[in-house]
């Protein structure tokens, strides 16, 4: 099924187009006016440069009127193998079809809203018939039998027409469009980035990062580069304002040789505040009892961190190299 863009916004176009496996463009003079674009022609020449086949508009009250049209945009610079005229259904447009097709030029007949008009085109020779799905189903029409119906006439009459389903309004239409068994579907860009959005998908993926991640980077790699250490000499008051600073629940304490002493959390600050005195803020970091720290070697793997997390049950351990504290692994570094 060919996959066309419907937009006439250039930031949108050259957005879409970066996907590389778009098959064409669709648009409209209402979507160029909407956008404010006052030079019609030059825009058209633009696009025309900028994808691999342009579906564009070509006017007129009577056939002959829409070939010259078609033939005077041609001559703008387009060529006629990636150009496909977008031709309004009616009597005039179906003789101007087939004017064109006469010429070997590329027709859409669209604004098709009934079987009978597709017939026509179909045996005018139209290369694309175009129905409009959201705006049929505006009107309470049962749009997607009709499409259904068109793709059931050109497999059974053997037309060379493809029936392009248009007027796209969610991802659900695109699902209609796959199961119908459509030659071409045309999407505006907003529905074109959810067809490949899903939540178990998501999740997924960010499972396989994190996993990946755990098996192929090392602590000292994971580590933000933050190291809150105080030396034995601190005082309490000025250690707490450095670990409100950093942001951590603990803060790595080291003799004066840079040597661990140990590591202060939060949760001994409060057990040691109701038997602090007046002065308990003035005390020496170096005056409390240390007991050994979970603490994790730098060079390695994340498993091994992580593992160590569950086994604690602790949010943040300690860093070590060659036996000297270098910062602290949160347990939320895990994920990068």
Same mark, same amino acid.
């Given at each position: 099924?060919?996959?066309?863009?419907?937009?006439?916004?250039?930031?949108?176009?050259?957005?879409?187009?970066?996907?590389?496996?778009?098959?064409?463009?669709?648009?409209?003079?209402?979507?160029?006016?909407?956008?404010?674009?006052?030079?019609?022609?030059?825009?058209?020449?633009?696009?025309?440069?900028?994808?691999?086949?342009?579906?564009?508009?070509?006017?007129?009250?009577?056939?002959?009127?829409? &070939?010259?049209?078609?033939?005077? &945009?041609?001559?703008?610079?387009?060529?006629?193998?990636?150009?496909?005229?977008?031709?309004?259904?009616?009597?005039?447009?179906?003789?101007?079809?087939?004017?064109?097709?006469?010429?070997?030029?590329?027709?859409?007949?669209? &604004?098709?809203?009934?079987?009978?008009?597709?017939?026509?085109?179909?045996?005018?020779?139209?290369?694309?018939?175009?129905?409009?799905?959201?705006?049929?189903?505006?009107?309470?029409?049962?749009?997607?039998?009709?499409?259904?119906?068109?793709?059931?006439?050109?497999?059974?009459?053997?037309?060379?027409?493809?029936?392009?389903?248009?007027?796209?309004?969610?991802?659900?239409?695109?699902?209609?469009?796959?199961?119908?068994?459509?030659?071409?579907?045309?999407?505006?860009?907003?529905?074109?980035?959810?067809?490949?959005?899903?939540?178990?998908?998501?999740?997924?993926?960010?499972?396989?990062?994190?996993?990946?991640?755990?098996?192929?980077?090392?602590?000292?790699?994971?580590?933000?580069?933050?190291?809150?250490?105080?030396?034995?000499?601190?005082?309490?008051?000025?250690?707490?304002?450095?670990?409100?600073?950093?942001?951590?629940?603990?803060?790595?304490?080291?003799?004066?040789?840079?040597?661990?002493?140990?590591?202060?959390?939060?949760?001994?600050?409060?057990?040691?505040?109701?038997?602090?005195?007046?002065?308990?803020?003035?005390?020496?970091?170096?005056?409390?009892?240390?007991?050994?720290?979970?603490?994790?070697?730098?060079?390695?793997?994340?498993?091994?961190?992580?593992?160590?997390?569950?086994?604690?049950?602790?949010?943040?351990?300690?860093?070590?190299?060659?036996?000297?504290?270098?910062?602290?692994?949160?347990?939320?570094?895990?994920?990068?």
């Amino acid at each position: 099924m060919e996959l066309y863009l419907d937009s006439a916004n250039l930031k949108e176009i050259e957005e879409g187009f970066k996907l590389g496996f778009l098959n064409g463009l669709t648009t409209t003079p209402t979507f160029m006016q909407r956008e404010g674009i006052s030079n019609i022609d030059a825009t058209i020449v633009k696009l025309s440069k900028m994808v691999p086949v342009l579906q564009i508009e070509a006017l007129g009250d009577k056939a002959e009127d829409v &070939l010259k049209e078609a033939e005077r &945009l041609l001559k703008l610079g387009l060529d006629p193998k990636k150009t496909v005229f977008k031709i309004p259904v009616s009597l005039e447009g179906v003789r101007a079809c087939k004017l064109l097709r006469n010429k070997g030029y590329l027709v859409n007949v669209h &604004l098709v809203y009934t079987l009978q008009q597709a017939y026509m085109a179909m045996q005018a020779g139209a290369s694309y018939v175009c129905p409009l799905v959201g705006r049929l189903q505006d009107q309470g029409h049962d749009a997607l039998t009709l499409v259904e119906q068109c793709v059931d006439a050109v497999n059974y009459y053997n037309y060379s027409t493809k029936i392009m389903f248009s007027s796209v309004r969610t991802s659900e239409h695109v699902r209609n469009a796959i199961n119908i068994g459509v030659h071409t579907i045309t999407v505006p860009l907003k529905i074109l980035k959810s067809l490949t959005e899903n939540n178990f998908t998501t999740l997924g993926t960010e499972q396989f990062i994190t996993d990946t991640r755990l098996m192929t980077v090392r602590v000292r790699e994971a580590i933000n580069g933050i190291n809150p250490i105080v030396k034995t000499d601190t005082k309490l008051g000025d250690a707490i304002v450095k670990m409100t600073e950093y942001g951590f629940g603990c803060i790595t304490v080291v003799n004066k040789d840079g040597s661990l002493k140990g590591v202060f959390t939060d949760g001994d600050l409060r057990r040691a505040l109701p038997k602090g005195g007046k002065d308990f803020l003035n005390k020496k970091m170096g005056d409390f009892s240390y007991h050994p720290p979970i603490s994790v070697d730098a060079d390695l793997l994340l498993n091994e961190a992580a593992d160590l997390f569950k086994k604690t049950k602790v949010d943040t351990i300690l860093v070590s190299s060659k036996g000297k504290p270098i910062g602290m692994l949160d347990i939320q570094d895990l994920k990068g």
